[in-house]
C-alpha cells in the first residue's frame, strides 16, 4: 500500500515563505510524477505545480515566480517551496503522485494546511 505524507504546513505572514514536503512510502512503486494542488474553503481544487521524474517542471500562472518545486527521486519525496506568500494562498495543499504499482493510478495525500495572515 502506497501512502503520501505531507508535512511542512503552518501560519506565515504575508511576504513570508513555507517550505512543503511530501513523501511517497510503500514498497513496490514507480513514480512517474508528483505535484502540488491546492484547496481553499469553498473553492475547488486547483493544480498548483508539477514535476516529472525527470526533472521537468510546469506552475500554474498564479504562483509562477514565487513558488518552486523539486523533487528527489532517490527519497521518493517533492518539495514545494514558497516565498512571497499572499494571504490569497491560503488553503490546504494535497500531494499528488501519479504511480505504478500493479496498476498506474493516482494517490493523494492528506493534506496540510498553510494559513497566510498577520
Known amino acids: 500500500q502506497v501512502q503520501l505524507v505531507e508535512s511542512g504546513g503552518g501560519l506565515v505572514q504575508p511576504g513570508g515563505s513555507l517550505r512543503l514536503s511530501c513523501t511517497a512510502s510503500g514498497s513496490g512503486f514507480s513514480i512517474y510524477g508528483m505535484a502540488w494542488y491546492r484547496q481553499a474553503p469553498g473553492k475547488q481544487r486547483d493544480w498548483v505545480a508539477g514535476?516529472?521524474?525527470?526533472?521537468?517542471?510546469n506552475y500554474a500562472d498564479f504562483v509562477k515566480g514565487r513558488f518552486t518545486i523539486s523533487g528527489d527521486n532517490a527519497k521518493d519525496t517533492v518539495y514545494l517551496q514558497m516565498n512571497s506568500l499572499k494571504p490569497e494562498d491560503t488553503a490546504v495543499y494535497y500531494c499528488n503522485a501519479d504511480l505504478f504499482t500493479y496498476s498506474r493510478r493516482s494517490y493523494w495525500g492528506q493534506g496540510t494546511q498553510v494559513t497566510v495572515s498577520s
Open positions: 514535476i516529472t521524474r525527470d526533472g521537468t517542471t
